[in-house]
């Protein structure tokens, strides 16, 4: 596993939460203000929604198989499962998955190649030809 916060890549594993945020105490207080704010109603529409054993890659334009235009992303019921979520800024290219222990890493391999994928689309000037 790679762990990278900050733009700094840990070459081993943090020996606690404690540690991870005493070195970068950024990480605690955006955790909290994630974890403080109140939940949401969104809308069905423009939601790309995955489940369990699901993932999906999409970019600023992309539409859904209705025609709605892609506007957040989601998932739902998260107990021992592990939801993935990257965003690359300078394309807006994001991908979430919701994985569970069954999950293969061919997979995880498969989101991760399409992720990159649209970002080189995106960067090339290609992306119309998905259209």
């Known amino acids: 596993m790679v762990l990278l916060v900050d733009n700094y890549k840990f070459s081993t594993p943090p020996t606690s939460p404690n540690h991870l945020y005493f070195n970068f105490p950024n990480l605690r207080r955006r955790a909290e203000e994630i974890a403080n704010k109140k939940p949401k109603r969104i809308e069905p529409r423009g939601v790309m929604y995955v489940r369990q054993k699901q993932w999906g ?8 198989d209705n025609g709605e235009q892609v506007i957040c992303c ?7 499962c592990h939801v ?12 979430i998955s919701h994985f569970d222990e069954f999950t293969k890493r061919v997979h995880f391999e498969k989101m991760a190649a399409s992720f990159l994928e649209k970002i080189r689309w995106i960067r090339d000037g290609m992306w119309e030809e998905w259209e």
Do not use: M, N, Q, Y
Not at 74 to 80: I, N, S
């Open 57 to 64: 890659v999409t970019f600023p334009g992309d539409k859904l």
């Open 74 to 80: 989601g998932t739902e019921d998260v107990l021992t």
């Open 84 to 95: 993935i979520v990257i965003r690359d800024p300078a394309t807006g290219v994001s991908a």
